[in-house]
């Protein structure tokens, strides 16, 4: 009799143990879950925002050229390997800053994924004096 109120109350105290468990496995699956969802979204990053006021168009049109970016794209509509980016003002800073940051966010209809990936680690400073260069593209 004793022995069996002793199990009894055993098991009783494991619970805790393993309803602690549960909830600490999910929540840090869902941790992992949250780091994926950020991963894959980085327009959640803070660094999607824009750091500068002020743009240098010819700096940017240089870079435009030294970063290779003019050997995909045109000023006019013709595609060479990336979309020509006349008129890509329209689409709004945003979408234009994640396209170069994060290229394989959004893969245009039509296109490859063959964009560089790695814009993110240039100069802040050029990749925004680009984009206020590429806007002129009317
Ligand atoms: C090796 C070729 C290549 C290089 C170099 C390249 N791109 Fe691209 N780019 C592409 C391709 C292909 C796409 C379309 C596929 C996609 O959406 O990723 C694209 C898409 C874009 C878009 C979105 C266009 C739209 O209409 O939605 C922008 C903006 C852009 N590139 C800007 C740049 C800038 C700025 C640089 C230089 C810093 C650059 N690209 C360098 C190939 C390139």
């Given at each position: ?16 143990v ?14 992992e ?66 396209s ?39």
């Amino acid at each position: 009799m004793n022995i069996s109120k002793n199990k009894y109350i055993s098991k009783i105290g494991i619970l805790p143990v393993i309803v602690f468990l549960f909830i600490f496995l999910s929540c840090s699956a869902a941790n992992e879950k949250y780091d994926n969802y950020i991963k894959n979204n980085p327009t959640k990053y803070e660094e999607v925002k824009f750091q500068y006021n002020e743009y240098d168009i010819n700096n940017g049109e240089k870079k435009f050229i030294s970063l290779t970016c003019s050997n995909c794209h045109s000023k006019e509509n013709k595609k060479i390997i990336g979309p020509g980016l006349k008129n890509i003002y329209k689409k709004g800073d945003n979408y234009i800053l994640r396209s170069i940051l994060y290229p394989d966010e959004y893969i245009l209809e039509g296109y490859k994924n063959l964009m560089p990936k790695i814009y993110k680690n240039e100069n802040r400073k050029d990749i925004e004096d680009i984009i206020a260069y590429i806007k002129t593209f009317k």
